[in-house]
């Protein structure tokens, strides 16, 4: 081989090693593109939610009063306690009143030989007279004698019925089943009958709430609801996250406010409803739900899968060359993490899963696809005996 030859071979392989390498450094060079979870929006068919808030109010609220004037003997309860219908809350001294019975008593038992001896000399009157031997006077003396004993009977009959009733009332009894107050009046005090305020109770059986539905909103959404169709409603108390507590509307008012244009409802939450044990108590601010009857379709994304600008809300889609776009939303009800859009999105768009955290609009990215998660996330009310999804909302 000659020496150009060899050259020129050298030279050759020269350029095409040193070709090869600055494509490898282009190729290095390029950045590369972001990955992103992306996922396909869901449309589901959910009902719409109205929120309220309002304080539980008890069906019973007694403020105990004695029937009887006397002093307080002894207290036979724990405050704060749970008591029943007819249990003995406070004891007076009773011995005044057993005094009056007793004297009654004796009182009856003397009227009552009157009676008699008024009985036998009527009956003698009526003897006399077949004989003439007693005159008509006398016989009508008699016979008045006897309605007089009669009625003086009955008189002191009754009044020991009521001085009975005296000395029932000396033990003061719960009149309805609930939770028990502190004694307002200790023992040895001395009260007064309807005046004197010992405790007060409150059912625990059921809680009312009631709230305001507004005229525009109840005929949109409620309009065919009456108090017999119960209505269901979720409640939540202070300082939970979840709403644990079910029940229904059992009271519509029969007109609306016409100052405020708004609509009295009542719910009420009864025991066999709730599957916690966290008490209701009387008093308690409480957020209610109210699930619209009307069911529609609607796009639903993830909660984070929303951006704010300014005043508007948005979400990032993303097209057929795997580039994001920015997409204005008008967003819905809230479904555990999960939120409604009612315009801009519509079915089969691609949406960042996880928002405009890390990635913007106009940008390539590549996309790895994931599914929404639906677990354990009721868009439609349950039935009241669902407490499995009840405490999802």
Known sequence: MSKKLIIATFITISLAITGC?????????QPSLQ???????????VQSWHTYTTRLESPQEVALMPRVSGVIDSIEFNEGDIVKKGDVLFQLDNRPFV????????????AQAALDQAKSEDKRAARLMERKAISTEQAQARTSTLR??????????AQLVSAKLDVEFTSVVSPIDGIISRANITRGNNILAGQSILTSIVSNQAMYAYFDVDERTWNSSFNDVTATSKQQVVMQKVGQKAFTHDGYINFIDNRINASTGTLRVRAIFEGEHNETNDQLRAGSFARIKLAANAITKQVIVPERAIGTDLNNRFVLTLDKNNVLAYKLVEIGERYGKLRAITAGLSEGDIIAVNGPARVGPGMPVTPNTVTIDTTDI???????????LVAKY
């Open 21 to 29: 390498t600055d494509e490898s450094t282009n190729a290095s060079a």
């Open 35 to 45: 990955a992103i979870d992306v996922a396909e929006v869901l449309v589901k068919p």
């Open 99 to 110: 005094a009056v019975v007793a004297s009654l008593e004796a009182q009856i038992d003397s």
């Open 148 to 157: 007089q004993r009669e009625a003086q009977l009955a008189a002191l009959q």
């Open 378 to 388: 009721a868009f439609t009310l349950p039935s009241i005996d669902d407490a499995s």
